[in-house]
Structures are given as structure tokens and as C-alpha cells.
């Protein structure tokens, strides 16, 4: 069974930053894309980064330059780094990590139970 296990949302006025942090356990032989994405109220869940096995990064435009995906493959782990916060980043932030199937080319999606980041102005 695999788990993922965010921490480090909280609550950060405007122009501040957080960093937040994602563990993968379970029965895993490797990971694909790891990602962070997040969701609003009342708002579909988005895409803010991902990041693949190899260090090959995506960014949401919003993200883009105040946002910095990182991840320890030895550690099964992925961080998000936020700086310049604003309060429309205020939302939800989920953990996202591809596992492969072995012997296929298929993969699960696995997701934590999400961390909440609320921006204050």
C-alpha cells in the first residue's frame, strides 16, 4: 500500500513564504512524475508543478518564478517551495506521485490527503 503524508501548509501572510513537503511510503520500486496540486474552494483541483524521476520540471503559470519544485529520490520525497505568496494562492495543496506498474508501461496516481495553505492580505 502506498502513502503519501504532506506537511508544512499553514497560515503565512502575503508576500511570505512556505515550504511545503511530501513523503511517499508504501511498496514502491520507483516513481514516475512527482507533483503538487492544489484546490480552491469552490474551484477545480490544478496543477502547480511537477517535477520527473530524471529533474525535468513543469510549472502552472502562476507558479512560475515565485514557485520551486524539488525532489530526493533516495528519500521518496517532494518539496514545494512558495515565496511571494498571495492570498489567491490560498488553497488546498495535494501531494502527487506516479508509480509504475511493473511489467507494464502502466502507472497509478497516488494522492496525500492534502495540506492547506491560506494566504492572508
Known amino acids: 500500500q502506498v502513502q503519501l503524508v504532506e506537511s508544512g501548509g499553514g497560515l503565512v501572510q502575503a508576500g511570505g513564504s512556505l515550504t511545503l513537503s511530501c513523503v511517499v511510503s508504501g511498496s514502491i520500486f520507483s516513481i514516475n512524475v512527482m507533483g503538487w496540486y492544489r484546490q480552491a474552494p469552490g474551484k477545480e483541483r490544478e496543477l502547480v508543478a511537477h517535477i520527473s524521476a530524471v529533474g525535468s520540471t513543469n510549472y502552472a503559470e502562476s507558479a512560475k518564478g515565485r514557485f520551486i519544485i524539488s525532489r530526493d529520490n533516495a528519500k521518496n520525497t517532494v518539496h514545494l517551495q512558495m515565496s511571494s505568496l498571495k492570498p489567491e494562492d490560498s488553497a488546498v495543496y495535494y501531494c502527487?506521485?506516479?508509480?509504475?506498474?511493473?511489467?507494464?508501461?502502466?502507472?497509478?496516481?497516488?494522492w496525500g490527503q492534502g495540506t492547506l495553505v491560506t494566504v492572508s492580505s
Open positions: 502527487n506521485a506516479r508509480i509504475p506498474v511493473i511489467g507494464t508501461i502502466d502507472y497509478v496516481e497516488h
